[in-house]
């Protein structure tokens, strides 16, 4: 079992960066790839980035490629998302999560495992 739980959300102008984190607990939680989605309201949760437990493959979202880095230390048993150039569309709820499975996909429903989210507010 996984439990996950996200912090370093905030208010943020426009072009400003913040660094999430999610702290994990769990014995396995080494060998799990481990996500980040964003749900705006009204919209549905989206991806955002992908890493496998290695930390050797990633995986982004075009809306995010070269502005957004995912990263993770085991030892300390956290994955980071690194937002730099923040831009109001951006705003979300972003949330944490574990694949069991080892996977680094784009599909929320590939995830069995997730955090209660982080929101992050960008302003204009």
């Known amino acids: 079992q996984v439990q996950l739980e996200e912090s370093g959300g905030g208010l943020v102008q426009a072009g400003g960066s913040l660094r999430l984190s999610c702290a994990a607990s769990?014995?396995?939680?080494?060998?799990?790839?481990l996500g980040w989605f964003r749900q705006a309201p009204g919209k549905e949760r989206e991806f955002v980035a992908a890493?496998?437990?290695?930390?050797?493959?990633?995986n982004y979202a075009d809306s995010v490629k070269d502005r957004f880095s995912i990263s993770r230390d085991n030892g300390k048993n956290t994955v980071y998302l690194q937002m730099n150039s923040l831009k109001p569309d951006d705003t979300a709820i972003y949330y944490c999560?574990?694949?069991?499975?080892?996977?680094?996909?784009?599909?929320?429903?590939?995830?069995?495992?997730w955090g209660q989210g982080t929101q992050v507010t960008v302003s204009s």
């Open positions: 890493i496998m437990w290695s930390g050797t493959a990633r």
């Open positions: 999560a574990a694949d069991a499975n080892m996977g680094i996909g784009s599909k929320a429903s590939n995830y069995e495992y």
């Open positions: 769990g014995r396995m939680f080494s060998r799990y790839s």
